[in-house]
């Protein structure tokens, strides 16, 4: 079955850089999508098709693909970072969309 | 501004059906470019993708669940609409909907989403 891996948390400082990995075997065929959730609130998309960032969204945000992982930066990381993050693609056929388990940042 | 909002039934008993509506303003659900999703988040834990809807019909089902769900759209109340079947205590979610363009044969993303509703499958 297609899956998507992400860690479970990631912890940093503020100002520092957070980097959150997506590993699957069908992303070098699909982009990966990134969304980030607070408590209470709607996912938010902050980047789509691996590294294109919609508008309104802080260029501190940034992402990548490398193989089979992408990854999700975030550069000088602020206190209202702190939010679950989840990766999401389709698998080569394109018709089903998979999330990754998700990956809480805290920033200490 | 985009806006999508779920409505339907906060507690549905097992066995039922759950039926939700999502309801669009501020665009027109079959302007084209754009399949419509729905979601779901189960307490405490991560996203999982229902179905995708276009305008015209078109379907994507999540093969987990395929068998009870049934995605539907109404142009001309600018809505769209999920079934679920025989429900258990595992369906027990916060369900959203939300939309996700379609260019050029690649997928944007689910840019805009509802807040969410609530449901619980109990007796």
């Known amino acids: 079955s297609y899956e998507l891996t992400q860690p479970p948390s990631v912890s940093v400082s503020p100002g520092q850089t957070a980097r959150i990995t997506c590993s699957a075997d069908?992303?070098?065929?699909?982009?990966a999508y990134w969304y980030q959730q607070k408590p209470a609130q709607a996912p938010v998309l902050v980047i789509y098709?691996?590294?294109e960032r919609p508008s309104g969204i802080p260029e501190r945000f940034s992402g990548s693909s490398s193989g089979t992982t992408v990854t999700l930066t975030i550069s000088g990381v602020q206190a209202e970072d702190e939010a679950d993050y989840y990766c999401?693609?389709?698998?080569?056929?394109?018709?089903?969309?998979?999330f990754g388990g998700g990956t809480k940042l805290t920033v200490l | 501004q985009l806006q999508l909002q779920e409505s339907g039934p906060g507690l549905v008993k097992p066995s039922e059906t759950l039926s939700l509506t999502c309801t669009v303003s501020?665009?027109?659900?079959?302007?084209?470019?754009?399949?419509w999703g729905w979601l779901r988040q189960p307490p405490g834990k991560g996203l999982e993708w229902i179905a995708n809807?276009?305008?015209?019909?078109?379907?994507y089902y999540n093969p987990s669940l395929k068998s009870r769900v049934t995605i539907s759209v109404d142009t001309s109340k600018n809505h769209f609409s999920l079934g679920l079947t025989s429900v258990t205590a595992t369906d027990t979610a916060l369900y959203y909907c939300?939309?996700?363009?379609?260019?050029?044969?690649?997928?944007?993303?689910?840019?805009?989403w509802g807040q969410g509703t609530l449901v619980t499958v109990s007796s």
């Open positions: 939300a939309r996700l363009p379609y260019n050029s044969g690649w997928y944007d993303g689910f840019d805009y």
């Open positions: 501020g665009g027109s659900i079959s302007s084209g470019s754009y399949y």
């Open positions: 809807i276009y305008y015209s019909g078109a379907t």
């Open positions: 069908a992303l070098p065929k699909q982009y």
């Open positions: 098709k691996d590294s």
């Open positions: 999401q693609s389709v698998d080569t056929s394109g018709t089903l969309f998979i």
